[in-house]
């Protein structure tokens, strides 16, 4: 059973701060790893979606790096601002078996970016 | 734009009393999901739909059914909620197979029981 976690739980930074959230998986024969943002009482928002065969992804101020091999990813958010306080989730998605897949998340970190 | 939609965006339910969620997407995609997101949680996963098959999450209880008339449109049924069934409903989609498997998400649906 594939098990997710992120580290940490929540973080508080001033802003202008390079920060970098982790998580870590317990089985590495994923198809993808994606990112979410989500803002409080809202949907999901994908940020970056790693495959496998990839090692990062980047977007913006947002760098995501994949090991597959030792079951993590990191993502990167450069010079931070107010405006990326959300909870960040990370997923990662297992093909086959008759269920066509799963997707997998992690608990996710509360990030608080103050002025 | 392309999307998936959710409606309504936030629903109010008496307990016991039955509620449908509705979701429709733009996308073409085959895969239609329903995942339970409960306050400070990850999202459950409770079922899918690839094409016309179901497939039930081992651990989503009876009370939540869902049904897909048309590739277009996908509802989750809840039969009798329980105050425990209060949450964010997201539904998203995917098209299987393909090069990225990449899950596209709805708004999601807030439900109360009263």
Redesign the interface.
């Known amino acids: 059973k594939q098990e997710v976690t992120q580290i940490p739980a929540a973080l508080s930074v001033p802003e202008g701060e390079n920060l970098v959230l982790n998580c870590s998986f317990t089985d590495s024969a994923i198809y993808n790893l994606q990112w979410f943002r989500q803002d409080p009482g809202k949907g999901l928002t994908s940020l970056l979606l790693i495959q496998s065969s990839q090692r990062e992804q980047t977007s913006g101020r947002l760098n995501a790096s994949l090991d597959k091999s030792s079951g993590r990813s990191t993502l990167y958010i450069a010079a931070s601002q107010p405006g990326d306080s959300a909870t960040y989730l990370c997923a990662v998605f297992n093909a086959g078996g008759t269920s066509y897949g799963k997707l997998t998340f992690g608990q996710g970190t509360i990030l608080t970016v103050h002025p | 734009d392309a999307m998936v939609i959710?409606n309504p965006r936030y629903q109010v339910t008496q307990f016991g009393k039955p509620v449908t969620l509705s979701c429709s997407q733009t996308l073409n995609h085959n895969?239609m999901?329903w995942y339970q997101q409960k306050s400070?949680?990850?999202?459950?996963?409770l079922f899918?739909y690839?094409d016309k098959d179901f497939?039930n999450e081992a651990d989503t209880p009876d009370n939540f059914q869902s049904r897909r008339p048309n590739t277009s449109f996908c509802f989750l049924d809840i039969r009798s909620p329980g105050l425990g069934d209060a949450a964010?409903y997201?539904c998203?989609t995917s098209r299987?197979p393909a090069?990225?498997?990449?899950?596209?998400?709805?708004?999601?649906t807030?439900l109360t029981v009263t």
């Open positions: 959710q895969v999901y400070s949680q990850a999202p459950k996963l899918h690839y497939n964010m997201l998203a299987v090069a990225s498997y990449e899950q596209y998400f709805g708004p999601g807030r």
